[in-house]
């Protein structure tokens, strides 16, 4: 186990979510990243709340955080003139500062304490037994009892993302009892608006969660150990045995263009559910050229037609023309969609069905 890679909090939700999703994941399958100017957003906000707890310094750090990021995406290549400034993008981009600066002061109030304390922020905690590694983004450690806090932009009502900000700080709690040989006292959620939601520790459920993962992994890895980065590697019969198609998961995977099971239950997914995960299957039957150089492409579904328009060279890399009256899987990784008229994206992903 020691030889294979780190298994952060996330990949390890993702693991119980669904096996497949979660490989794809560990072996760092190239994915369409839908990227955006808010999620670089909520980037900065994350990184300026755990440097500000003992930092007075809001702007200087806020626009440090920026202009961080921007080279990094330069580093990357990606277009950052898409993307920043972020004022230019974000139409509430100044409101959304300001409020974080009003909230970052109300904590500060309220995390004073006549105890002398100790805080540790985004610090790496790593299990020896179960290769699970962890960055809470704020210990407090207290005389009378350790605190782990975890920053959220938002902490939605919804059943799925609270399961997994639980773990996530289960996860943390154990990191940290495994390593100081004693439990958190208090486990912490915090969102954007200041609230706080604390967690109730279940010191055996946690245990039994990375028991079952870990037994379940070795053979797991046992059996992809072979594989390189490249899905087409990853045989459709492996694919079968290890994912478990579930609506609720697989509309927000970004896995699902590569994934064989999702393809082939992708009817049943945009069928009733086509609202829900954008997708679509179609035979092409006609394609149009606009002047700006992007085509349209026009299938039938059943019994209605729905066009996708604005779809660039760039996007697709096969004969279309050749194709006509063949099967297609249209996935919208984005999830932009406007009645019946599709607009392609950056990370539309057509695929001729084969
Ligand atoms: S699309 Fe569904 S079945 Fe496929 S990897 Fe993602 S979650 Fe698993």
Known sequence: ???????STTILFTFFECRLKFIFYYLNISRDIPYSPNILLGQIQHKIRNR???NNDFDNNWCEIETELMNNYIKRGLPEKNFFPLNKFI???YVEKEKLRFILSENKKSFKSTESI???F???LKSKIFNVVGI???IIEKKSGTTIIDFKKKIPSEIRYLKKYNLQLHIYAYLYSEINKKWPQNLILVDNKNRRIPIKLEKLKVIRYLTYFKNQFIPISEKIKNFGKDTKNLPKKLQLELASPDVEICRRCIYRSICFPYRDNILAFVG????ETFDQVGILEKIFCAQDGTISLVFTQNNFNFSIRGIRKFSYNIDLEKHVRKKFYIYNIRKTKIQRQYIASFYTVILLAT
């Open 118 to 120: 100790q805080t540790y």
């Open 122 to 124: 985004e610090i790496k």
């Open 272 to 275: 009733e559910n086509k609202r």
């Open 136 to 138: 809470p983004d704020l």
């Open 1 to 7: 186990m020691n030889k294979l890679r780190e298994i």
């Open 91 to 93: 139409p509430n981009y």
């Open 52 to 54: 500000l707890i003992d």
